[in-house]
């Protein structure tokens, strides 16, 4: 029982399985705004000021899949931005 270091989650400590993360744009946000390129951003928090600092740090684009990692026990998911899926063969639609 020692072939892979398992990563566990970062929260709980739980076991994680393996998966993808990816940005869907929603019907009624397209009708709404007509364009539906989404991005996730983080920023990160001040600890200083009190306040999130306003420096976007965009994590996800809307034609990324991300390999991601789903904590079991408290839902926890953890990725790394940039570490996308090779989406050979899946079709992808933009809705
Ligand atoms: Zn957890």
């Known amino acids: 029982m020692n072939k892979k270091k398992k990563m566990n989650c970062?929260?709980?400590?739980?076991?994680?399985?393996?998966?993808?993360l990816e940005?869907?744009?929603s019907w009624i946000g397209w009708l709404l705004v007509g364009f539906s390129y989404q991005n996730l951003f983080y920023?990160?928090?001040n600890k200083k000021y009190q306040e999130?600092?306003?420096d976007d740090e965009k994590?996800?684009?809307?034609?990324e899949t991300l390999k991601?990692?789903?904590c079991?026990?408290?839902?926890?998911?953890?990725?790394i931005p940039g570490k996308t899926i090779d989406k050979g063969g899946s079709?992808?639609?933009i809705a």
Do not use: L, M, W
């Not at 739980?14 to 993808?20: A, M, S, V």
């Not at 994590?59 to 034609?63: D, G, N, W």
């Not at 079991?72 to 990725?79: M, T």
């Open 23 to 25: 940005i869907h744009g």
């Open 52 to 54: 999130y600092n306003t």
């Open 10 to 20: 970062p929260y709980c400590d739980g076991e994680t399985e393996e998966g993808k």
């Open 91 to 93: 079709v992808r639609q």
């Open 68 to 70: 991601a990692k789903k």
């Open 72 to 79: 079991k026990e408290c839902g926890a998911i953890s990725f």
């Open 43 to 45: 920023n990160s928090f």
């Open 59 to 63: 994590v996800i684009k809307e034609s």
